[in-house]
């Protein structure tokens, strides 16, 4: 399983991004997805996850209303939309499978920089 996460860089506040995740070497569709981050000298946070068909999505506190996670089942991609973005969301972007209550396959992450 490969996963590729790609759409980071240096933006301002308020600024957005839109965070792209490239799957391969699993059966997509049948997998909830997932993104975490990391911010440095912290522990890495969950941030979206979005189920295997999309109905059921969840996000942590201080991103609701300003991130959207969505899939494409047939491109095998997971998306986070980041609008409105603050200081604080700086932080390397992970994507992940979400497979019950477990997350795994943690793909290579992307520097998301915003700039007060």
């Known amino acids: 399983v490969q996963l590729q996460a790609s759409g980071g860089g240096l933006v301002q506040a308020g600024d957005s991004l839109r965070l792209s995740c490239a799957a391969s070497?699993?059966?997509?569709?049948?997998?909830?997805m997932a993104w975490f981050r990391q911010a440095p000298g912290k522990e890495r946070e969950f941030v979206a996850s979005?189920?295997?068909?999309?109905?059921?999505?969840k996000y942590r506190d201080s991103v609701k209303g300003r991130f959207t996670i969505s899939r494409d089942n047939a491109k095998n991609m997971v998306y986070l939309k980041m609008d409105s973005l603050k200081p604080e969301d700086t932080a390397i972007y992970y994507c992940?499978?979400?497979?019950?209550?477990?997350?795994?396959?943690w793909g290579q992450g992307t520097q998301v920089t915003v700039s007060s």
């Open positions: 979005i189920s295997s068909s999309g109905n059921n999505l």
């Open positions: 992940a499978t979400k497979w019950g209550n477990t997350f795994g396959n």
């Open positions: 070497g699993l059966t997509f569709r049948n997998y909830g």
